[in-house]
């Protein structure tokens, strides 16, 4: 082996060297699964991404404000073309209130008279349904529920939702107004907003533990925000009320979710590392749970309120899409998930 290539070696096995240790850095200081290449990517969405609407046969309205605020942003976004030749992806728009049965019409609609359909059989298609499809037998529901990429309300009812596939709208919080704090000093291990469960398990093993405060509603805005912002970790029960996830994250107050089963239709799952912004317990281990706090709680825990927090831009919706909010990253989901149903014949961005 002559000098130069060896030493050619050298540099290489130091780049790899340094490249691997500047990722693992970078993975420890960042609430991103792929912390190097979301911002390239997400660059180049904001580029190049285009999106064809169907036009509705009737007047339609989406009945959750997710939904709504999504569609309005997609409908007044730079994504939208009128050129479906240079469409990355195609989005079907139908009534939250339409049965099944219709839905189905109106899929059958499309196919016949639009040809972009039967070339991938819905797969470089998209569409809104805040409870999601549950499984049909009808051919066109088929296609839909199994090639389209479905955005649903999280949570979504069980069997709703087919990970890696489908998406999530993160819910929108109670208010976006800042935050002005008032000097309370009162501080918490965990809190828990229950919203009226009061017969859960969770409830009952906890309401007497000093260092659980668990209400069923603060008395108004400012003292729930409060309450966010100085308690350690802020409960949730997935199946109940998960609303407030977001905003917990913002305020700093590690989300610890109660769950019997992994959850599968997290917001941004394929964005976020969830692991490292958020606590989830099985619900077998209640009476444990202040032990999995308390060990949590320290530098872990420091570590996983500055990654929430640095992650909560991702869950605000606004009026005006910002960079980065809710509108932006589903949008970004889409885009990346033009890849894996991207069909042959079209030339590639
Ligand atoms: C669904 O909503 C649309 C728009 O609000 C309305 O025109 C239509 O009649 C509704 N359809 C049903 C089946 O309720
Ligand atoms: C939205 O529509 C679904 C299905 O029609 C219904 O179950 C749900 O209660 C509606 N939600 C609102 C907020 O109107
Ligand atoms: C798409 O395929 C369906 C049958 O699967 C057919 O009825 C329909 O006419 C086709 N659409 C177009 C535009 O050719
Ligand atoms: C909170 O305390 C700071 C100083 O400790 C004071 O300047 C501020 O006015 C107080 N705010 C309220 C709302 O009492």
């Known amino acids: 082996m002559s000098t130069a290539s060896f030493s050619l070696l050298l540099c290489l096995s130091f780049f790899t060297y340094t490249n691997v240790h500047s990722k693992l850095l970078s993975q420890l200081t960042s609430p991103y699964l792929s912390p190097t290449t979301i911002i390239p990517h997400y660059q180049n969405m904001l580029e190049a991404f285009k999106i064809f609407i169907y036009t ?11 939904e709504s605020l999504f569609y309005a942003s997609l409908q007044n976004s730079p994504f939208v073309t009128h050129d479906a030749e240079e469409a990355h992806l195609f989005f079907v728009p139908f009534s939250s209130n339409l049965s099944t049965r219709s839905i189905a019409r109106v899929i059958r609609r499309f196919k016949e008279t639009i040809p972009y359909w039967n070339r991938t059989l819905g797969a470089d298609h998209f569409y809104l349904s805040c409870a999601g499809l549950g499984y049909e037998s009808d051919r066109n529901l088929v296609e839909l529920k199994k090639n389209a990429v479905q955005i649903s309300c999280f949570p979504t009812p069980d069997g709703n939702f087919i990970p890696h596939k489908d998406i999530s709208l993160p819910p929108l919080a109670s208010s976006q107004a800042p935050y002005a704090p008032a000097n309370k000093t009162a501080s918490f291990l965990c809190y828990f907003r229950h919203g009226g469960i009061k017969e859960s398990i969770l409830v009952k093993e906890l309401v007497n533990d000093p260092d659980f405060l668990i209400e069923s509603q603060p008395s108004d805005l400012l003292t729930y925000k409060e309450r966010l912002a100085t308690s350690k970790f802020c409960l949730f029960e997935y199946g109940a009320d998960v609303s407030g996830i977001g905003e917990a994250l ?29 606590v989830f317990v099985p619900l077998g281990v209640v009476k444990e749970l202040k032990h999995v706090l308390v060990r949590t709680y320290g530098d872990r825990h420091e570590q996983m309120r500055k990654l929430g927090v640095e992650a909560s831009k991702h869950f605000v919706w606004n009026e005006l899409p910002q960079p980065f909010d809710s509108f932006h990253t589903v949008m970004y989901q889409l885009w990346r998930r ?12």
């Open 250 to 278: 913002r305020f700093g107050c590690v989300p610890a979710v109660i769950t019997d089963h992994p959850i599968k239709d997290l917001p941004f799952m394929d964005v976020l590392r969830w692991q490292e912004i958020a």
């Open 338 to 349: 033009r890849y894996t149903i991207r069909y042959p014949r079209r030339s590639t961005v």
């Open 56 to 66: 509705p046969d009737e007047a339609f309205t989406f009945n959750s404000s997710a």
